[in-house]
């Protein structure tokens, strides 16, 4: 892991998370930002480790996953350019990250004090309380999926996922896989082989094809009553 000079001020004016703070505010955080560039394979941080800095991901891929005590691997999240992560430690009693962070790609980062970030929300109710609203918003989602893994089973996980890749790229009836059919089978808590059959009989019904990481939604209908629960595969 190395660090560079100053980010591009550009990278934080346009991100949602920063629109809560003042253009003086996005200057003061960006003046102590840092690029971060990691390799692939290569940890970020710890679960546990001390979190001292929230991040903006400019290019590559990093999984946030957690250890069972078996071992065993669950994805949390795979993050993607334009994505921020940890920036939630801010507000925990103790600021410790609560995930494992990988590169799965040679990613850059923007590396952001936290500690001076939690300061200036301190110094500012109204940032603080824009900036809870946004992470009130992305609870409610975290929810959903919550709801979704534990509620739905293999072939609704993997539809549903799909659709919400589907508008992420712009509602194109083709779409790319982001990674990794393993990372993926460990998002949607699945095994592999599990991920493979549930695209093999998705196939067979004739909705869609799935080429390597390219996916093509032959039946747009079809598919959309596969996701909602409508139609079996």
Request: hydrophobic share 40%; glycine share 4%; charged share 25%.
């Amino acid at each position: 892991m190395s660090q560079s000079n100053r980010p591009s001020p550009e990278n934080v004016d346009n991100h949602p998370i920063f629109s809560a703070f003042t253009p003086a505010q996005r200057e003061r955080v960006l003046s102590r930002a840092e690029t971060v560039h990691v390799d692939r394979g290569e940890t970020l941080f710890h679960e546990g480790d001390p979190a001292r800095r929230i991040f903006l991901c400019e290019s590559g891929q990093l999984k946030l996953y957690r250890l069972a005590p078996s071992g065993n691997e669950k994805i949390i999240a795979l993050i993607q350019p334009g994505s921020t992560f940890a920036e939630a430690t801010m507000f925990m009693e103790e600021r410790n990250y609560p995930v494992n962070c990988e590169a799965l790609k040679a990613s850059r980062l923007i590396a952001f004090d936290a500690d001076d970030c939690v300061a200036m929300l301190r110094e500012d109710v109204d940032s603080c309380f824009s900036l809870m609203a946004m992470f009130s918003r992305r609870l409610r989602q975290r929810l959903t999926d919550i709801e979704a893994l534990s509620l739905q089973n293999a072939t609704l996980r993997v539809a549903n996922y799909i659709l919400q890749l589907q508008q992420a790229q712009g509602e194109s009836d083709t779409l790319d896989l982001p990674t990794s059919k393993k990372h993926i089978a460990g998002l949607l808590a699945l095994q592999p082989e599990t991920l493979s059959r549930v695209f093999a009989q998705l196939q067979d019904t004739g909705a869609l094809r799935v080429e390597a990481r390219r996916i093509t939604i032959l039946d747009p209908e079809r598919f959309h009553n596969i996701a909602y629960g409508l139609e079996n595969a």
